[in-house]
């Protein structure tokens, strides 16, 4: 049982408030004493007073309590068992303090007969062992709260790896399909497609476990833009407008590539020569502000089931950033803009 305890705790910890609240109840004991009985009998007093106190408390706090008042069908055993011990206790500590009083042939200054000074101890003891249920109840309330948030924890950690495991393989696939494209026409964009491709790889699988610099995120954008763009022949309007000077900044991975992708989508770039895409990327007062803009035209169908975009980012947003970011989209009638500002405070 012991044992069991020592695991739900840390050891040191645990054990050095333990010896703490001892040492600080035999001071206290030996204190009132000292003004009432001489010195010998003070500390034989407190050691027979401490030594049952002991006893009762970690028979409260290491059984009674985890083994009966937590299963609630056992609490009536529970108050059976706290009467029992506590009148056995008393007995005790009354049996010592008898024997020590006639051995130091002491005479107690208040008038209390003896039946009165065993009520005392027994209400004396009672409080006692509530004492030590109560500290275990609590102890046991903060341990599940404190496991409960370590699953809490958990559980966000496990779902953005998630959310990010869905993320990469879907702006993987749509790069594959550039470079599949490129070399169909036996491109010579093709090797330099490749070599941005592996950039991109090395990123996402080595570099996004944890934040990013600001600066890769921007080189990311940026190679994927690059990427995008040869697989056309003739040029498309897709600009990214970087107003960030080099910061020491660290965000969430792969946040603004998904948006590029939903409004590469979209636009009808590539079918339109009118179609556009335009990213601005500026640093205002602390905010990171993320703006795309992209025209409205026709897309495949057939990608939309392989949009995972903008619910993702909203869950991871709302993950990481909860309480410091807005994300704003307005779906107008040629076009649809999109704002994302991140606290970076």
């Known amino acids: 049982m012991t044992k069991n305890i020592f695991n739900n705790h840390n050891k040191t910890g645990f054990l050095g408030l333990h010896v703490s609240f001892w040492i600080v109840i035999f001071c206290l004991s030996i204190y009132f004493m000292a003004l009432l009985a001489n010195e010998s009998f003070v500390y034989q007093h407190s050691l027979v007073l401490l030594v049952v106190n002991m006893l009762l408390f970690y028979i409260c706090y290491s059984w009674i309590v985890p083994v009966y008042i937590q299963k609630k069908k056992?609490?009536?055993?529970?108050?059976?068992?706290?009467?029992?011990?506590?009148?056995?206790?008393?007995?005790?500590?009354?049996?010592?303090?008898?024997?020590?009083?006639?051995k130091f042939n002491w005479e107690p200054i208040y008038n209390f007969p003896r039946r009165g000074r065993f009520i005392l101890m027994l209400l004396g003891e009672t409080a006692f062992s509530t004492f030590a249920i109560l500290i275990r109840l609590v102890a046991d309330s903060y341990e599940?709260?404190?496991?409960?948030?370590?699953?809490?924890?958990?559980?966000?950690n496990t779902e953005l790896q998630f959310l990010k495991a869905q993320m990469s393989p879907h702006f993987l696939f749509n790069s594959i399909n550039n470079i599949y494209s490129l070399v169909l026409l036996k491109s010579n964009k093709?090797?330099?497609?490749?070599?941005?491709?592996?950039?991109?790889?090395?990123?996402?699988?080595?570099?996004?476990?944890?934040?990013?610099?600001?600066?890769?995120?921007?080189?990311?954008?940026?190679?994927?833009?690059?990427?995008?763009?040869?697989?056309?022949?003739?040029?498309?309007?897709?600009?990214?407008?970087?107003?960030?000077?080099?910061?020491?900044?660290?965000?969430?991975?792969?946040?603004?590539?998904?948006?590029?992708?939903?409004?590469?989508?979209?636009?009808?770039?590539?079918?339109?020569?009118?179609?556009?895409?335009?990213?601005?990327?500026?640093?205002?007062?602390?905010?990171?502000?993320?703006?795309?803009?992209?025209?409205?035209?026709?897309?495949?169908?057939?990608?939309?089931?392989?949009?995972?975009?903008?619910?993702?980012?909203?869950?991871?947003?709302?993950?990481?950033?909860?309480?410091?970011?807005?994300?704003?989209?307005?779906?107008?009638?040629?076009?649809?803009?999109?704002?994302?500002?991140?606290?970076?405070?």
């Open 74 to 102: 056992k609490f009536k055993t529970a108050i059976g068992l706290i009467f029992i011990f506590v009148i056995i206790i008393t007995v005790l500590r009354a049996a010592g303090d008898r024997y020590l009083i006639n």
């Open 144 to 156: 599940n709260k404190r496991r409960m948030a370590d699953l809490e924890k958990l559980q966000l």
């Open 190 to 345: 093709a090797p330099e497609a490749l070599m941005r491709l592996s950039g991109l790889l090395r990123y996402s699988l080595y570099d996004c476990h944890d934040k990013v610099s600001l600066q890769q995120e921007i080189e990311a954008i940026e190679s994927y833009i690059e990427l995008f763009k040869l697989k056309y022949e003739e040029d498309v309007l897709l600009d990214f407008i970087n107003n960030v000077e080099m910061t020491d900044y660290q965000i969430e991975p792969l946040l603004y590539i998904p948006l590029l992708e939903n409004a590469l989508k979209y636009s009808g770039i590539g079918n339109n020569p009118s179609s556009f895409v335009q990213l601005k990327l500026t640093i205002d007062n602390d905010k990171l502000i993320f703006r795309v803009v992209n025209s409205k035209g026709n897309y495949n169908k057939l990608q939309e089931a392989s949009g995972i975009g903008l619910n993702n980012i909203k869950k991871r947003l709302e993950n990481i950033y909860k309480g410091r970011y807005t994300f704003n989209i307005i779906d107008g009638e040629n076009n649809f803009d999109v704002t994302l500002k991140i606290n970076l405070q």
